[in-house]
Every structure is written in C-alpha cells, then in structure tokens.
C-alpha cells in the first residue's frame, strides 16, 4: 500500500527577523502564506529507509541528498521513535518546489512525510504531537502542516492561523543558483541588522481587507538587505518585477525566489508573460492554499 500526500510552498509576507539566540536560531515575526505550487511526497512500506526524488519538468534536483540526510528520512524517523515502533519506508518525492529557493520546498516535504506515514500504519498521531515533531525537523515545518495564512514566532515553528480573506496571486520568479539559509542568517548577523525584532502590524488589516493595493504596502522582508549583500545582482529581478506592473516585489524568506504580487490571475499571467524572455522559470500562484494532505490511497 501507498500513501501520496501533497504539500504547499510558503512565502512570507513579513518576515521580521531579531536578534540570534544562544541556539544559533534568531527569534521571529512572521507571517506566513502556503501557495499554489506543491510538493507531492509518497510513502510505501520497505526493509528499509530510503528516498527517491524527481523533479518536474526542467527542476534541477541534483542538490537533493539521497541519503540519510534527506529531511523526508528523518522524518520517518522521528515518526517511528515518537511512537516506539521499528518499522521503515520507501519515500518517493514529486518536486515542483524549486529547491533552496526561499520557497521552504524540503519543510513541504518533511510536513508530507509525517502525514503520510502517519496514514500509512493508522498512527493516529495528534496534531499537538505532528506540530511538535515537525518543529524539531526544521523552522518552517510545522506551517507545512497547517498551511493557510499563519503568524510564526518563536524561530518559526510556532504557527497560529491568521484570518485572510484575500485570493491573491502571485508571480514566481525562482533563480538559477540556490541561496543557503544559515549563510543569509549569517550575513544577517554580520551586517548587524537584527538589534530589534519588527512586527507585521498593517498587514493583519490588509489581510482582512482583501485589498492587494493595500496588501503590498505591508509586505516586507527583514532579509532582503543581507541576500543582496551576497548576491547584489538579485536586484535586478526585483526591478524587472515592479517594471511589469506588479504591486510589489517581495523576497521570499532568505531568496533567491522573488514574488510579485498581482491584483487577480489575469494580472498575474500578465506580469508572467512580460517576465517570460527574461527569465528561464516564471510561476503564478495563487494563495492562501491549504497544508499537507492527501491525495491518493493506493
Ligand atoms: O530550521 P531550519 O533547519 O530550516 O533552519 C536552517 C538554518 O537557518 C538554521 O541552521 C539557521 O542558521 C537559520 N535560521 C535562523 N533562525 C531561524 C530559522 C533559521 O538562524 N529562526
């Protein structure tokens, strides 16, 4: 028997990032959004653990580790030793989520594991104890489960759903060459530029207003300033945004991938087909969609 359950990318509408802590982790206001490009993880019982990966279309995923390193494995892990159980499993993964993207694809991932394993062998676990278990993976894997829109403290992991009555839309522009999170962070500390932690504020309002003129005037993006220091020419793709007529241009979370967001899916199409010569990969995507589930028993 298999289990396929599909899981979303996150952007961040705001990210504001504080000080580091002791545990290397920098405290966090954020807001996230789960949006309409997935990846779809499926699970079958094997001897053993191991992860197979393929990527659609043109995705480059040779930066994929197969091996025991793969988020997806220790997540099975983690499944197992939370229950007490010895038991293993083949995961394959479908990717759409550009990788090292900003775009929290292997977060998608981990999230997908648990679910579906979870179905897999009727564990039942509770939602409390998957939330829990995913914050251990990593930062962004607990929104993975929840998806929707969502307030994010602590160093990410703590989500709380946020109410948004928007249907927006988003252009993605992925980048070629992955940016490394823990190097943004880095650059992030090095610059100096997390003295105080800023909260989102308008952007509850803008949300519930369903606004997206109103929207982009609260988008905003603590990291930006330490991804361009390392990477000066992402600002170019920034500018050729905003040139085709979207309301804003966000990074999405540490970057490369850059967001614009449209007024509805025409606009967005649009911006995407002006974007289309100059860039190898152009995405629209809608938001807020929902987390982790599944979509095939077999
Ligand atoms: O939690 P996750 O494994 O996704 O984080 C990847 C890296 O990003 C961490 O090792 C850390 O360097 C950085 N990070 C951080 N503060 C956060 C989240 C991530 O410094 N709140």
Same mark, same amino acid.
């Given at each position: 028997?298999?289990?396929?359950?599909?899981?979303?990318?996150?952007?961040?509408?705001?990210?504001?990032?504080?000080?580091?802590?002791?545990?290397?982790?920098?405290?966090?206001?954020?807001?996230?959004?789960?949006?309409?490009?997935?990846?779809?993880?499926?699970?079958?019982?094997?001897?053993?653990?191991?992860?197979?990966? #393929?990527?659609? %279309?043109?995705?480059?995923?040779?930066?994929?580790?197969?091996?025991?390193?793969?988020?997806?494995?220790?997540?099975?892990?983690?499944?197992?030793?939370?229950?007490?159980?010895?038991?293993?499993?083949?995961?394959?993964?479908?990717?759409?989520?550009?990788?090292?993207?900003?775009?929290?694809?292997?977060?998608?991932?981990?999230?997908?594991?648990?679910?579906?394993?979870?179905?897999?062998?009727?564990?039942?676990?509770?939602?409390?104890?998957?939330?829990?278990?995913?914050?251990?993976?990593?930062?962004?894997?607990?929104?993975?489960?929840?998806?929707?829109?969502?307030?994010?403290?602590?160093?990410?992991?703590?989500?709380?759903?946020?109410?948004?009555?928007?249907?927006?839309?988003?252009?993605?522009?992925?980048?070629?060459? %992955?940016?490394?999170?823990?190097?943004?962070?880095?650059?992030?500390?090095?610059?100096?530029?997390?003295?105080?932690?800023?909260?989102?504020?308008?952007?509850?309002?803008?949300?519930?207003?369903?606004?997206?003129?109103?929207?982009?005037?609260?988008?905003?993006?603590?990291?930006?300033?330490?991804?361009?220091?390392?990477?000066?020419?992402? #600002?170019?793709?920034?500018?050729?945004?905003?040139?085709?007529?979207?309301?804003?241009?966000?990074?999405?979370?540490?970057?490369?991938?850059?967001?614009?967001? #449209?007024?509805?899916?025409?606009?967005?199409?649009?911006?995407?087909?002006?974007?289309?010569?100059?860039?190898?990969?152009?995405?629209?995507?809608?938001?807020?969609? #929902?987390?982790?589930?599944?979509?095939?028993?077999?």
């Amino acid at each position: 028997m298999s289990i396929t359950v599909r899981a979303p990318a996150k952007i961040n509408l705001h990210l504001g990032v504080g000080p580091g802590r002791p545990d290397g982790y920098h405290e966090l206001a954020t807001v996230y959004q789960a949006i309409g490009l997935y990846d779809d993880v499926t699970a079958t019982e094997a001897p053993e653990w191991s992860v197979t990966v #393929a990527g659609s %279309g043109d995705l480059d995923v040779s930066d994929v580790p197969l091996d025991d390193h793969n988020i997806v494995i220790r997540a099975g892990r983690a499944i197992v030793d939370h229950h007490g159980i010895d038991r293993s499993a083949l995961i394959s993964i479908a990717k759409s989520i550009p990788v090292a993207g900003g775009l929290a694809g292997g977060s998608a991932d981990a999230a997908a594991a648990l679910v579906a394993l979870d179905r897999l062998w009727d564990l039942e676990t509770s939602d409390a104890d998957l939330l829990a278990i995913a914050g251990r993976l990593g930062s962004d894997v607990p929104f993975a489960l929840l998806g929707g829109t969502a307030y994010g403290t602590g160093r990410g992991e703590l989500v709380e759903p946020v109410s948004d009555n928007g249907q927006w839309w988003w252009v993605v522009v992925p980048n070629g060459a %992955g940016l490394s999170t823990a190097a943004v962070y880095g650059e992030y500390d090095r610059l100096r530029l997390g003295e105080t932690l800023r909260a989102p504020e308008g952007l509850f309002g803008a949300l519930a207003d369903a606004w997206p003129e109103g929207l982009a005037g609260e988008l905003h993006n603590d990291l930006e300033p330490a991804s361009l220091e390392l990477r000066p020419e992402l #600002a170019h793709t920034k500018r050729d945004i905003l040139e085709c007529g979207a309301y804003a241009a966000l990074l999405s979370g540490s970057g490369p991938t850059w967001l614009g967001l #449209a007024g509805d899916a025409d606009h967005a199409r649009d911006i995407a087909a002006d974007l289309t010569g100059k860039y190898p990969v152009v995405l629209c995507a809608p938001g807020p969609v #929902a987390g982790a589930h599944v979509v095939t028993y077999a």
